[in-house]
């Protein structure tokens, strides 16, 4: 339904919402991903089956951080470097409707954010850009990530000139681990469940550092870059709806939008069924990890991000 990367803003002229759904995260069937993938296929961990719960508590011990410790200035400071980066982050279009090809009879006023139109392809390119300039030049980096991410870190690691390695799972589409490793970035691919492990023992063993791709201060702070970019268009929008996989972008677009002052705007966060890490957090009112598995493999994460839960709640 939604152009790959693209970051949906609606703006309501009457009580219809096109959501079709005044809850606050709701999910959604995988058949309105706006990504593919492989289909899941299980396969056994060399790892170890009793490190899950170990590393999953790893992953959700990074730096808190709470609402109250987010301010308008931090994000304005993030969208600066985000603006300013050597990465070439540009201010993406936000296109009426009514001037895409998309079903147009609608009693309402929509725009989408076309973040597919970034260098990398998507919006992760802002995060990014935010977590290396607060990095050393010098570092060895590892990540995890389906693809979207891999690529703007494998981007900005050859840009910057540092080593790097993306983790990866087995159901991504092999035609991501190859543009990764084109930049020169080391990929290994795993089950899903072992993401987490491989990136420990890469951080214990191998001294590299731990780039998160969705559970960051640094990246949610970049990301909050897009909703500035869609409140200088639509200054007062009913409802922004946004894709959501660990959470980083909706906590950004989230934070920057209230904090500017839009304290009437919904904001949705959109996630497959299969893959409703945020929504299962919401209702058990913690964040909490599950065995994801849908086509959309950029939106299903083993668990959803303790910062980006946190800031968004």
Partial sequence: MFAHGACPCFR???????????????????????????????????????????????????EDVTAD?????????????????????????????????LPSHLSCNIHLKLENMQRTGSFKIRGVANQFARQSKDGHFVTMSAGNYGKSFAYASKHYGTKGKVVMPETAPMSR???????????????????????????????????????????????????????????????????????????????????????????????????CTMYKSFIEKKPVGMDSKSIASGLAPPFAGKNSYASRH
């Fill in 177 to 275: 681990s190859l543009l990764i490793q084109s930049f020169g970035i080391e990929v290994e691919r795993v089950p899903t469940p072992c993401l987490m492990d491989l990136v420990n023992r890469c951080v214990q063993e191998d001294n590299m550092t731990f780039m998160h791709s969705y559970n960051d201060p640094d990246l949610i702070a970049g990301h909050a870059s897009l909703g500035f970019e869609i409140l200088e268009v639509v200054p007062n929008p009913d409802v922004v709806v946004v894709c959501c996989g660990g959470g980083g972008l909706l906590a950004g677009v989230a934070a920057a939008i209230k904090l500017s002052g839009c304290e009437r705007t919904r904001i949705y966060g959109v996630e497959p069924e299969g893959a």
């Fill in 69 to 101: 410790s987010i301010t308008l200035q931090m994000l304005q400071e993030a969208r600066d470097t985000v603006t300013s980066s050597p990465l070439g982050v540009i201010s993406t279009p936000l296109i009426p409707w009514c001037q895409t090809t």
């Fill in 12 to 62: 309501s002229g009457s009580k219809h919402y096109p959501t079709g759904n005044r809850s606050r995260n709701r999910s959604v069937p995988s058949s309105f991903s706006h990504d593919s993938a492989a289909q899941h296929t299980a396969a056994p961990s060399k790892f170890g089956p009793k490190s899950k719960q170990a590393s999953l508590l790893t992953a959700l011990a990074m």
